[in-house]
């Protein structure tokens, strides 16, 4: 089955056509910057210039950075305050004429993994973490996704976590991959102490440099892998949530 996923970032809108049989995406994906300011009717826009490139009028799904609930966009940290409460799956439907399911992008990125990536066939509790402009988590027990946990954050260093230890941070503060990566160290070993996960997955953009700040992940005493989807993972499981007809916080990985 053919579905439209795109994946809203704090740089990038992206999109593409994906098999959700196999997770291949059958186009090249189609990026748009994200505009600034990033408000509802920028950023809807964005999306629906990416729907009229592949000329789609499908089954669809969005990924979304913040916390989704009721097809309304709940929190914003890395968009404009106005998408708080926003009726994001109304205005998507309105203008597709389509259904659109709309879910939290670490979420999405999760079920990716999880269904074809590094967290295939694996039980117990998986914690996939983004690694991009923000920090995004998404929590697996035996396959099950527990939604919405906005753990990026926490407080880490006296401030929210991905003001310290995001990708956007090392870019933005000039650290070396050493410096940065025992950010990582500390955040990831804050969160095991939180959740006793069996398997952290790092994922985001950041994830193809992962030999270059794995040897400081040193503290945490849980598995740790780099995501294999890349930044292919938001899209497919975007496209993933798109055709899952129950209630999405009750999504389970097949």
């Given at each position: 089955?053919?579905?439209?996923g795109?994946?809203i970032?704090?740089s990038?809108?992206k999109?593409?056509?994906v098999?959700?049989k196999?997770g291949?995406?059958?186009?090249?994906?189609?990026?748009i910057?994200?505009?600034?300011?990033?408000?509802?009717?920028a950023?809807?826009?964005?999306v629906e210039?990416i729907?009229?490139?592949?000329?789609?009028?499908g089954l669809?799904?969005?990924?979304?950075?913040?916390?989704v609930?009721?097809g309304k966009?709940?929190?914003a940290?890395?968009?404009?305050?106005?998408?708080?409460?926003?009726?994001v799956e109304?205005?998507?439907?309105?203008?597709?004429?389509?259904?659109?399911r709309?879910?939290n992008d670490?979420?999405a990125?999760?079920?990716a993994?999880?269904r074809?990536?590094?967290?295939?066939?694996?039980?117990?509790?998986?914690?996939?973490?983004?690694?991009?402009t923000?920090i995004?988590?998404a929590?697996?027990?035996?396959?099950?996704?527990?939604?919405?946990l906005?753990l990026?954050h926490?407080?880490?260093g006296g401030e929210d976590?991905?003001?310290?230890a995001?990708?956007?941070a090392?870019?933005?503060?000039d650290?070396?991959?050493?410096k940065?990566?025992?950010?990582?160290?500390r955040?990831?070993?804050?969160l095991?102490?939180?959740?006793?996960p069996d398997?952290f997955?790092i994922?985001g953009?950041?994830?193809?440099?992962?030999?270059k700040?794995a040897?400081?992940l040193?503290?945490?005493?849980?598995?740790i892998v780099?995501?294999e989807?890349?930044?292919?993972?938001?899209?497919?499981?975007a496209?993933?949530?798109?055709?899952?007809?129950g209630?999405?916080h009750?999504?389970?990985v097949?």
């Open positions: 089955m053919e579905v439209l795109i994946d970032g704090g990038g809108v999109g593409a056509i098999d959700v196999t291949e995406l059958l186009t090249s994906r189609y990026r910057p994200t505009p600034h300011p990033a408000t509802p009717e950023v809807l826009k964005t210039e729907i009229e490139h592949f000329e789609w009028h669809m799904g969005v990924g979304y950075p913040g916390v609930k009721g966009t709940r929190t940290a890395n968009v404009h305050e106005r998408w708080i409460n926003f009726p109304m205005e998507l439907e309105r203008f597709t004429g389509q259904r659109v709309v879910i670490a979420d990125a999760g079920l993994e999880m074809f990536g590094a967290g295939r066939d694996r039980d117990g509790v998986v914690v996939m973490i983004t690694l991009g923000g995004g988590v929590m697996f027990t035996d396959g099950h996704l527990v939604p919405n906005e990026g926490i407080e880490l976590a991905e003001h310290h995001a990708d956007s090392r870019e933005r503060e650290l070396s991959w050493k940065w990566g025992k950010r990582v160290d955040y990831l070993y804050t095991e102490k939180l959740l006793w398997l997955i994922g953009g950041v994830s193809k440099d992962w030999n700040f040897p400081y040193e503290k945490v005493n849980v598995e780099p995501a989807m890349r930044n292919q993972a938001g899209i497919v499981g496209a993933l949530a798109g055709v899952y007809e209630n999405i009750t999504i389970a097949e």
